[in-house]
């Protein structure tokens, strides 16, 4: 159950698991207390003492004590020396902002943000938090979600003018976050193209740290999220704060420590390539910021993460259905394919048991390589001379389903849309483009680029019976122009492009809600909570290495849940590896995720292929557990050889088990592993080994596991209770 407790000055947030508490100082500033474990009460003479503040709470601008208070929506410049969360230009040029709080109101369930993802769900209360800056006529109101299955908040900001003169926001984060010490270790994700999301851990130091993204999108450098961990923390226990944007821009999220060693948490829209004119009247909206406490270690975090993903950020027929197992013709083919050899790799895939044939990149314009034609997004008649509708009825005939990759915010300058409309691309008039992957990014920012791409990907989805979609993006932004905004808003164009792009993807997956959306960006350069809300599964990275996908699902796995990590089992050498790894350990781990293939079938043993057979068919078989499970990181690629994860169906009666290990070791012991979140007096059988145990055994006293001979090995194992 969730409450929103008022008395006195106090406003308290709490579930059944976590506290969020909020003191309002006379005067009207918002003061943050609190944020950790359910607590049943709060006196808040500690903390104000804590923080050097009076105890009556009085607030003083002379006495700067601004400087000490821990703030809900801090601003710098009156008092508070520290960077603030808000920034705007009044009509004089001068930039401080003075909120005070107007009024507290709360409302029944969780509302949605206009024009932006965010969490949904009826089982929440939400506080709102109205403030005004009476000299600026602005108007802020904070918007803290709690839902009652998740230990956290949901945090937000509407501002708007009700003055009678422009105003313009130069920095407007969703979330501050004051914790009142700094023995934390700070978490981040950081990578790159086939590497995405390095786990860093490094203890806080005085000063601001953190990650961001300048590139027009989360990324495959950066994820849009931090991790707060004590550094006796561990995956089992210890206390962890993680804070995630539901956005897929640029963005910022950094802690600062100060002087009397206090923090700061700050996560939003980069400041950066960012500023909104509010004309009077107008609003302007913050993305949401997803805040979770645990203290169950970093597992109890990540299960706080995928509960918001699960329930409350991804939608659609496919949000809780079992994902079809999909072959991609990508790294079987790149763009060198016909009808013919798609049908006959079509044909072997359905043979196997596979449920989903996806054409990628190479079916439209003149592509035969990644030099043209992104933009022109009609059929290549050379390729596919009886059309797309021919091919997809001739797969469908196979009993497959069909998928189609696009990626629509593109434009090759080599390409008829370009002829036609060089001004639709992103660009600085005179400035020489700078391309990547001769490509441009197409100013979503207008709206008849947002029709076009659209109408683009519509016409397909709704004329040549397409079932799923790859969405990709492969380019970062660059000469930050658009040729429609004026000179004053033209640092608007970022945010505007997310805007845009949502607009579309909204449009479309409601015109079209049978079709699977699948996110991707160069691999996992747009893995955010953002794009979960409208395609609920993301290619995970384009490294199909299976060691290599150990660290990155892992490290993923940190908000996201299986269900959302396309995952597949490529050909070995690996093609961005070169390594040799056993067909096993590519399935054990793609199958902890959207599991496929991404490879040409006709090109293994007999043998192999019957591997391939009953790979699919134990997916089939377990892919309720494996995609909508607890899933339990039990050892770190991080931090030795081994990787080792456990998924737990919610009722406790069946889990699946993976271990791998990078390099054999000679005369070593079985790894004994401990496994979390069985059920303890049940009795598990391992199905491969025949043998039984209690939750708890398995639990407390491991499962030791024999590998088998050579590199790269693994052992996955399907746990069943009785
Ligand atoms: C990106 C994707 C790949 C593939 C290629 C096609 O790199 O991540 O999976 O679709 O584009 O060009």
Not at 357 to 375: A, E, I, K, M, Q
Not at 404 to 416: G, K, N, Y
Request: charged share 25%.
């Amino acid at each position: 159950m969730v409450e929103i407790l008022r008395e006195d000055r106090l406003i308290h947030l709490r579930n059944d698991s976590a506290s969020y508490i909020i003191y309002l100082l006379e005067g009207g500033i918002a003061a943050h207390l609190y944020f950790g474990k359910r607590v049943e009460g709060f006196n808040p003479a500690s903390m104000l003492r804590h923080y050097d503040l009076r105890e009556d709470g009085a607030f003083s601008l002379q006495g700067c004590t601004l400087d000490h208070t821990p703030q809900e929506y801090p601003s710098h410049g009156l008092g508070d020396l520290r960077e603030g969360a808000l920034s705007v230009v009044q009509k004089d040029g001068t930039r401080s902002v003075d909120l005070r709080v107007t009024g507290v109101e709360v409302v029944d369930g969780k509302r949605g943000i206009p024009g932006l993802p965010a969490t949904y769900g009826d089982n929440a209360k939400t506080l709102l938090l109205h403030m005004k800056d009476a000299l600026l006529g602005l108007e802020a109101t904070l918007s803290y979600a709690m839902f009652d299955d998740v230990a956290g908040v949901m945090r937000s900001v509407q501002l708007r003018n009700a003055s009678d003169s422009d105003l313009v926001i130069e920095r407007a984060y969703s979330l501050c976050l004051e914790l009142p010490d700094s023995r934390y270790d700070l978490i981040t994700l950081s990578g790159a193209w086939s590497r995405e999301r390095e786990i860093n851990r490094r203890p806080l130091m005085m000063g601001e740290q953190g990650v961001s993204s300048l590139k027009g999108a989360t990324s495959l450098h950066s994820s849009n999220m931090l991790f707060l961990a004590r550094p006796e923390t561990t995956e089992a226990q210890g206390e962890a704060i993680g804070a995630a944007l539901v956005y897929s821009g640029n963005f910022k999220a950094s802690v600062h420590v100060d002087a009397h060693r206090t923090s700061r948490v700050f996560l939003g829209l980069n400041d950066v390539d960012f500023a909104w004119k509010l004309t009077p009247g107008a609003t302007f909206n913050t993305p949401e910021a997803v805040v979770v406490y645990s203290d169950e270690g970093l597992d109890g975090m990540s299960r706080a993460f995928h509960r918001v993903c699960a329930e409350h950020i991804v939608r659609g027929k496919y949000a809780k259905a079992p994902r079809p197992i999909l072959l991609n013709n990508w790294e079987a083919t790149y763009f060198g394919f016909n009808e013919e050899k798609l049908l006959k790799i079509a044909r072997t895939a359905a043979d196997v048991g596979v449920e989903l044939f996806v054409l990628d990149d190479g079916w439209f314009g003149h592509r035969d390589d990644d030099t043209s034609s992104l933009g022109d997004w009609y059929v290549d008649a050379n390729k596919l001379p009886h059309g797309m509708k021919h091919l997809t009825d001739q797969v469908h005939a196979m009993g497959l389903k069909f998928g189609l990759w696009f990626e629509p915010e593109m434009v090759c300058p080599v390409s008829e849309l370009y002829k036609k409309h060089p001004d639709w691309a992103i660009h600085i008039a005179g400035r020489e483009p700078v391309q990547a992957r001769q490509q441009l990014t197409l100013d979503l920012s207008r709206e008849d680029v947002q029709d076009y791409v659209h109408q683009c990907v519509a016409s397909h989805l709704r004329e040549d019976g397409i079932d799923y979609v790859k969405w990709d993006m492969n380019r970062n932004f660059s000469n930050i122009g658009s040729a429609l905004l004026p000179a004053d808003q033209q640092k608007e164009l970022p945010h505007r492009y997310m805007l845009g792009l949502y607009r579309v993807m909204e449009k479309l997956v409601n015109e079209f809600p049978d079709v699977l959306f699948e996110s991707c960006s160069s691999g996992g350069g747009r893995f955010d909570l953002g794009m979960l809300h409208y395609m609920p599964q993301t290619w995970t990275s384009d490294n199909t290495d299976a060691l290599c996908r150990c660290r990155i699902q892992y490290a993923t796995s940190l908000v996201f849940p299986p269900f959302a990590m396309g995952s597949h089992v490529s050909a070995v050498p690996n093609h961005q590896t070169g390594r040799v790894t056993p067909i096993e350990t590519r399935g054990a781990v793609a199958m902890s995720g959207c599991f496929g293939y991404e490879l040409d079938l006709n090109t293994l043993s007999a043998e192999e292929l019957d591997k391939v057979r009953a790979q699919v068919k134990r997916v089939k078989e377990l892919r309720q557990t494996l995609l909508y499970g607890d899933f339990h990181r039990l050892l770190s690629p991080y931090e030795g050889n081994d990787t080792a994860w456990l998924t737990v169906s919610p009722d406790k009666l069946e889990a699946v088990f993976m271990f791998t290990r990078a390099q054999a070791q000679s005369y070593a012991y079985p790894a004994l592993i401990r496994l979390r979140g069985l059920a303890a007096d049940r009795v598990y059988t391992i199905v491969e080994t025949g043998e039984s145990y209690t939750g708890a055994e398995l639990m407390n006293a491991g499962v030791s596991v024999r590998l088998p001979w050579g590199d790269a090995a693994s052992v996955s194992w399907t746990l069943r209770a009785k």
